[in-house]
């Protein structure tokens, strides 16, 4: 059973940037399709990055350009730089896993494996 546990998360204001981690344990990341989603109050958990296994990424208009997914083999971890935050940033964030290849998507109910989640709050 893959574990993933994430850290970083934080209260930070609107233009400050945060970087959340994703530490996987019993299977290695290089070996995952792999991926960031965060749920709001009130709504649906939606994706907001991607990476598959040959390292393709993929990220929604609402992220793309201010937020960076990457991960480092070596410590078997996958992370998250996010950028000139915005107080619509503000919701948990949780990783997620799959050992099938999805390329560089990451379907919600493909992900077999899930992090309990870090809240991200960006508020002045």
């Known amino acids: 059973q893959v574990q993933l546990v994430e850290s970083g998360g934080g209260l930070v204001q609107p233009g400050d940037s945060l970087r959340l981690s994703c530490a996987v344990s019993?299977?290695?990341?290089?070996?995952?399709?792999m991926g960031w989603f965060r749920q709001a109050p009130g709504k649906e958990r939606e994706v907001v990055s991607c990476?598959?296994?040959?390292?393709?990424?993929r990220y929604p208009d609402s992220v793309k350009g201010r937020f960076t997914i990457s991960r480092d083999n070596d410590k078997n971890t996958m992370y998250l730089q996010m950028n000139s935050l915005k107080p619509e940033d503000t919701a948990v964030y949780y990783c997620?896993?799959?050992?099938?290849?999805?390329?560089?998507?990451?379907?919600?109910?493909?992900?077999?494996?899930w992090g309990k989640g870090t809240l991200v709050t960006v508020s002045s």
């Open positions: 997620a896993a799959s050992i099938t290849d999805y390329s560089d998507y990451c379907p919600l109910s493909g992900m077999d494996h």
């Open positions: 019993r299977f290695a990341v290089g070996y995952l399709s």
């Open positions: 990476i598959s296994i040959d390292g393709n990424t």
